[in-house]
Antibody, heavy 121, light 107 residues
Framework: EVQLLESGGGLVQPGGSLRLSCAAS????????MNWVRQAPGKGLEWVSS????????YYADSVQGRFTISRDNSKNTLYLQMNSLRAEDTAMYYC??????????????WGQGTLVTVSS | DIQMTQSPSSLSASVGDRVTITCQAS??????LNWYQQKPGKAPKFLIY???NLETGVPSRFSGSGSGTDFTFTISSLQPEDIATYYC?????????FGGGTKVEIK
Protein backbone atom coordinates (compact mmCIF):
# COMPACT_ATOMS: atom_id res chain seq x y z
CA GLU A 1 0.00 0.00 0.00
CA VAL A 2 1.35 3.38 -1.00
CA GLN A 3 1.74 5.71 1.98
CA LEU A 4 2.99 9.28 2.13
CA LEU A 5 3.44 10.97 5.49
CA GLU A 6 4.29 14.65 5.64
CA SER A 7 5.84 16.42 8.60
CA GLY A 8 7.55 19.68 9.45
CA GLY A 9 4.72 22.17 9.16
CA GLY A 10 3.97 24.77 11.77
CA LEU A 11 3.81 28.46 12.59
CA VAL A 12 6.66 30.62 11.31
CA GLN A 13 7.21 34.36 11.12
CA PRO A 14 7.43 36.17 7.79
CA GLY A 15 10.94 35.86 6.43
CA GLY A 16 11.51 32.62 8.30
CA SER A 17 12.28 29.11 7.10
CA LEU A 18 10.79 25.65 7.38
CA ARG A 19 11.75 22.24 6.05
CA LEU A 20 8.99 19.84 5.12
CA SER A 21 9.56 16.12 4.88
CA CYS A 22 7.54 13.35 3.27
CA ALA A 23 8.25 9.75 4.18
CA ALA A 24 7.19 7.35 1.44
CA SER A 25 6.51 3.63 1.59
CA UNK A 26 4.81 0.89 -0.38
CA UNK A 27 6.46 1.56 -3.75
CA UNK A 28 9.87 1.87 -5.40
CA UNK A 29 10.49 5.47 -4.44
CA UNK A 30 13.28 6.17 -6.93
CA UNK A 31 11.07 5.15 -9.87
CA UNK A 32 8.64 8.01 -9.46
CA UNK A 33 8.73 11.77 -9.72
CA MET A 34 7.36 13.48 -6.65
CA ASN A 35 5.40 16.69 -6.19
CA TRP A 36 4.51 19.28 -3.59
CA VAL A 37 1.07 20.80 -4.04
CA ARG A 38 -0.43 23.39 -1.69
CA GLN A 39 -3.87 24.64 -0.83
CA ALA A 40 -4.44 27.96 0.91
CA PRO A 41 -7.34 27.99 3.40
CA GLY A 42 -10.63 27.85 1.48
CA LYS A 43 -8.87 28.00 -1.88
CA GLY A 44 -8.01 25.67 -4.74
CA LEU A 45 -4.98 23.53 -5.48
CA GLU A 46 -1.66 25.06 -6.52
CA TRP A 47 1.29 23.03 -7.81
CA VAL A 48 4.49 24.11 -6.05
CA SER A 49 7.37 21.93 -7.16
CA SER A 50 8.37 18.56 -8.64
CA UNK A 51 11.47 16.42 -8.74
CA UNK A 52 12.30 13.52 -11.03
CA UNK A 53 12.81 10.03 -9.68
CA UNK A 54 16.59 10.31 -9.89
CA UNK A 55 16.55 13.77 -8.37
CA UNK A 56 18.35 15.16 -11.38
CA UNK A 57 15.53 17.39 -12.60
CA UNK A 58 13.59 19.88 -10.51
CA TYR A 59 10.72 22.18 -11.39
CA TYR A 60 9.22 25.13 -9.51
CA ALA A 61 6.23 27.43 -9.67
CA ASP A 62 7.20 31.04 -10.35
CA SER A 63 5.71 31.99 -6.99
CA VAL A 64 8.35 29.97 -5.08
CA GLN A 65 11.29 29.95 -7.51
CA GLY A 66 14.44 31.07 -5.71
CA ARG A 67 12.89 30.67 -2.24
CA PHE A 68 11.97 26.96 -2.11
CA THR A 69 14.19 23.97 -2.82
CA ILE A 70 12.88 20.48 -3.48
CA SER A 71 15.12 17.48 -2.88
CA ARG A 72 14.92 13.77 -2.20
CA ASP A 73 16.95 11.06 -0.53
CA ASN A 74 16.20 7.82 -2.34
CA SER A 75 18.15 5.82 0.24
CA LYS A 76 15.71 7.04 2.89
CA ASN A 77 12.58 7.12 0.70
CA THR A 78 12.06 10.70 1.73
CA LEU A 79 11.08 13.87 -0.10
CA TYR A 80 11.90 17.34 1.21
CA LEU A 81 10.87 20.93 0.65
CA GLN A 82 13.14 23.62 2.08
CA MET A 83 11.17 26.83 2.31
CA ASN A 84 13.02 30.10 2.90
CA SER A 85 11.95 33.75 2.96
CA LEU A 86 8.42 32.70 3.79
CA ARG A 87 5.57 35.10 3.14
CA ALA A 88 2.02 35.31 4.43
CA GLU A 89 0.79 34.10 1.04
CA ASP A 90 2.69 30.84 1.54
CA THR A 91 0.21 29.92 4.29
CA ALA A 92 -1.39 26.67 3.14
CA MET A 93 -1.77 22.97 3.58
CA TYR A 94 1.19 21.38 1.81
CA TYR A 95 0.62 18.00 0.22
CA CYS A 96 3.26 15.53 -0.84
CA UNK A 97 2.06 13.62 -3.90
CA UNK A 98 3.52 10.85 -6.01
CA UNK A 99 3.57 11.50 -9.75
CA UNK A 100 2.61 8.70 -12.09
CA UNK A 101 5.57 9.73 -14.24
CA UNK A 102 9.19 8.90 -13.52
CA UNK A 103 10.55 12.20 -14.69
CA UNK A 104 8.34 15.05 -15.91
CA UNK A 105 5.40 16.15 -13.69
CA UNK A 106 2.18 14.82 -15.18
CA UNK A 107 -0.32 13.95 -12.46
CA UNK A 108 -0.44 13.01 -8.81
CA UNK A 109 -1.85 9.55 -8.25
CA UNK A 110 -1.23 9.26 -4.50
CA TRP A 111 -1.38 12.03 -1.91
CA GLY A 112 -0.40 12.40 1.71
CA GLN A 113 -2.73 13.95 4.27
CA GLY A 114 -0.85 17.23 4.25
CA THR A 115 1.06 19.40 6.70
CA LEU A 116 -0.11 22.89 7.57
CA VAL A 117 2.23 25.85 7.19
CA THR A 118 1.16 29.14 8.73
CA VAL A 119 3.22 32.27 8.11
CA SER A 120 2.26 34.97 10.56
CA SER A 121 3.79 37.37 13.05
CA ASP B 1 1.14 29.85 -18.11
CA ILE B 2 -1.86 27.91 -19.39
CA GLN B 3 -5.10 28.94 -17.70
CA MET B 4 -7.71 26.32 -16.81
CA THR B 5 -11.27 27.57 -16.44
CA GLN B 6 -13.80 25.30 -14.78
CA SER B 7 -17.54 25.81 -14.77
CA PRO B 8 -19.71 25.98 -12.90
CA SER B 9 -17.88 26.86 -9.69
CA SER B 10 -20.60 25.08 -7.76
CA LEU B 11 -23.71 23.07 -8.45
CA SER B 12 -26.52 21.41 -6.57
CA ALA B 13 -28.16 18.26 -7.90
CA SER B 14 -30.36 15.43 -6.70
CA VAL B 15 -29.26 11.88 -6.05
CA GLY B 16 -29.43 10.01 -9.35
CA ASP B 17 -28.97 13.10 -11.49
CA ARG B 18 -26.44 13.37 -14.28
CA VAL B 19 -23.81 15.97 -13.41
CA THR B 20 -21.53 17.64 -15.94
CA ILE B 21 -18.52 19.87 -15.29
CA THR B 22 -16.57 21.63 -18.01
CA CYS B 23 -12.92 22.61 -18.10
CA GLN B 24 -11.50 24.92 -20.73
CA ALA B 25 -7.80 25.42 -21.40
CA SER B 26 -6.40 28.72 -22.66
CA UNK B 27 -4.51 26.83 -25.37
CA UNK B 28 -4.39 23.39 -26.92
CA UNK B 29 -3.30 20.83 -24.30
CA UNK B 30 -3.95 17.79 -26.51
CA UNK B 31 -5.13 15.01 -24.16
CA UNK B 32 -2.93 16.05 -21.23
CA LEU B 33 -5.70 16.49 -18.70
CA ASN B 34 -6.44 14.86 -15.35
CA TRP B 35 -9.36 15.05 -12.91
CA TYR B 36 -9.33 14.90 -9.10
CA GLN B 37 -11.92 14.65 -6.35
CA GLN B 38 -11.44 16.33 -2.98
CA LYS B 39 -13.84 15.62 -0.14
CA PRO B 40 -14.09 18.14 2.71
CA GLY B 41 -11.10 17.99 5.02
CA LYS B 42 -9.38 15.32 2.93
CA ALA B 43 -6.52 15.13 0.47
CA PRO B 44 -7.38 15.08 -3.24
CA LYS B 45 -7.95 11.76 -4.94
CA PHE B 46 -6.84 10.96 -8.48
CA LEU B 47 -9.83 9.97 -10.62
CA ILE B 48 -9.09 10.25 -14.33
CA TYR B 49 -5.91 10.61 -16.37
CA UNK B 50 -5.35 11.58 -20.00
CA UNK B 51 -8.91 12.91 -20.36
CA UNK B 52 -10.88 9.69 -20.11
CA ASN B 53 -8.93 6.89 -18.40
CA LEU B 54 -10.32 5.91 -15.02
CA GLU B 55 -7.82 5.26 -12.27
CA THR B 56 -8.07 1.75 -10.82
CA GLY B 57 -10.99 1.41 -8.43
CA VAL B 58 -12.84 4.52 -9.58
CA PRO B 59 -16.55 3.79 -10.13
CA SER B 60 -17.71 3.66 -13.73
CA ARG B 61 -20.31 6.38 -13.13
CA PHE B 62 -17.40 8.81 -13.49
CA SER B 63 -16.21 9.63 -17.00
CA GLY B 64 -14.28 12.23 -18.94
CA SER B 65 -14.13 13.39 -22.54
CA GLY B 66 -12.77 16.12 -24.77
CA SER B 67 -9.60 17.16 -26.51
CA GLY B 68 -7.62 20.25 -27.37
CA THR B 69 -9.09 23.02 -25.24
CA ASP B 70 -12.52 21.77 -24.15
CA PHE B 71 -13.09 18.96 -21.69
CA THR B 72 -16.01 17.48 -19.79
CA PHE B 73 -16.28 15.49 -16.57
CA THR B 74 -19.51 13.58 -15.95
CA ILE B 75 -21.08 11.74 -13.07
CA SER B 76 -23.79 9.64 -14.70
CA SER B 77 -25.85 9.11 -11.55
CA LEU B 78 -24.93 11.30 -8.58
CA GLN B 79 -24.49 9.44 -5.28
CA PRO B 80 -24.33 10.93 -1.76
CA GLU B 81 -20.67 9.92 -1.47
CA ASP B 82 -19.83 12.04 -4.53
CA ILE B 83 -20.21 15.26 -2.55
CA ALA B 84 -16.84 16.91 -3.11
CA THR B 85 -14.94 19.52 -5.06
CA TYR B 86 -13.65 18.39 -8.44
CA TYR B 87 -10.55 19.79 -10.13
CA CYS B 88 -9.15 19.47 -13.62
CA UNK B 89 -5.39 19.74 -14.16
CA UNK B 90 -3.30 20.15 -17.29
CA UNK B 91 0.24 18.87 -17.71
CA UNK B 92 0.90 19.73 -21.34
CA UNK B 93 3.13 22.64 -20.34
CA UNK B 94 4.93 23.60 -17.16
CA UNK B 95 3.72 24.60 -14.71
CA UNK B 96 1.02 22.01 -14.15
CA UNK B 97 -2.13 24.06 -13.55
CA PHE B 98 -5.34 23.14 -11.78
CA GLY B 99 -8.73 24.53 -12.58
CA GLY B 100 -10.48 26.56 -9.91
CA GLY B 101 -12.65 23.66 -8.81
CA THR B 102 -16.34 22.76 -8.92
CA LYS B 103 -18.12 22.13 -5.65
CA VAL B 104 -20.84 19.49 -6.00
CA GLU B 105 -23.62 19.43 -3.43
CA ILE B 106 -26.81 17.41 -2.98
CA LYS B 107 -30.08 19.25 -3.50
Amino acid sequence: EVQLLESGGGLVQPGGSLRLSCAASGFIFSSYAMNWVRQAPGKGLEWVSSISGSGGNTYYADSVQGRFTISRDNSKNTLYLQMNSLRAEDTAMYYCARDYSGNYPRGADYWGQGTLVTVSS
Amino acid sequence: DIQMTQSPSSLSASVGDRVTITCQASQDIRNHLNWYQQKPGKAPKFLIYDVSNLETGVPSRFSGSGSGTDFTFTISSLQPEDIATYYCQQYDNLPPVFGGGTKVEIK
